[in-house]
């Protein structure tokens, strides 16, 4: 199980977990993109799984995976190795569910890419540099996630074009937010291990997915 330093410096050790998880998060971004290029590049032979009941199927587990994996990590009941293992297989499972996206506007694919690299930079740095306490941030950017899905799954009936774009707007807002909220929160988090850097990543990875997503939903907009 994980281990924490009884004598270590808060700072340095909220700069080391800091950087670790933005480690770890990018394995898992590098991850998730080269399963999507492979499926993209054998599309025909995962036709059946993408007309089936196969992409739903996988959310849901998806879903299940991260509360497993969050849940053992807080409770520090998992193996460093386990723990890694699962972030990277839920990382790699996610491309497939990113592949539609990715397909249905390839060219918005790379700027999206790289302005979504650009806000969360800067919205991590500004997180990680502030003197301001953003914890009262965290149930106000968690009712947004919550309304902003409400508005998703609404639009999903209407498709409204104009509703589209402003939840898409709203999206790239609060995500840009809440990776601010977690760089922060991470570095203050009060515990240091691989357990730490693992649970930073997850954050970090899923602020940084949906954030792409947003953007690029904004993007390929445009291009129609």
Do not use: C
């Not at 497993?68 to 293992?85: M, Q």
């Not at 990277?88 to 700027?111: D, E, K, N, Q």
């Not at 953003?134 to 950017?141: D, S």
């Amino acid at each position: 199980m994980y281990s924490v330093p009884r004598q270590v410096s808060a700072e340095r050790a909220g700069v080391s977990v800091v950087a670790r998880s933005l480690i770890w998060m990018m394995a898992g971004l590098l991850t998730t993109f080269l399963a999507s290029l492979g499926v993209l590049a054998t599309l025909p032979t995962w036709v059946p799984f993408y007309s089936g009941w196969g992409p739903l199927v996988l959310v849901l587990a998806e879903f299940a995976l991260v509360w497993y994996l969050t849940s053992r990590l807080r409770a520090n009941a998992i193996a460093p190795g386990e723990a890694k293992a699962l972030f990277l297989v839920y990382a790699a499972s996610l491309g497939f569910v990113l592949v539609p996206a990715l397909a249905a506007a390839p060219g918005a694919v790379l700027p999206a890419l790289l302005v979504s690299s650009g806000m969360f930079g800067a919205a991590g740095l500004w997180g990680y540099t502030t003197r301001a306490d953003m914890r009262p941030m965290g149930t106000f950017l968690f009712m947004g996630v919550v309304g902003l899905m409400i508005a998703m799954l609404v639009n999903a009936f209407l498709a409204h074009g104009a509703l589209t774009f402003w939840v898409s707007v709203i999206g790239v807002l609060l995500f840009s937010g809440l990776t601010a909220y977690d760089v922060q929160r991470i570095r203050n988090m009060g515990y240091y291990g691989d357990g730490a850097a693992i649970l930073g990543a997850l954050a970090l990875y899923l602020d940084f997915i949906n954030l792409f997503l947003f953007v690029l939903r904004l993007m390929s907009g445009r291009r129609r």
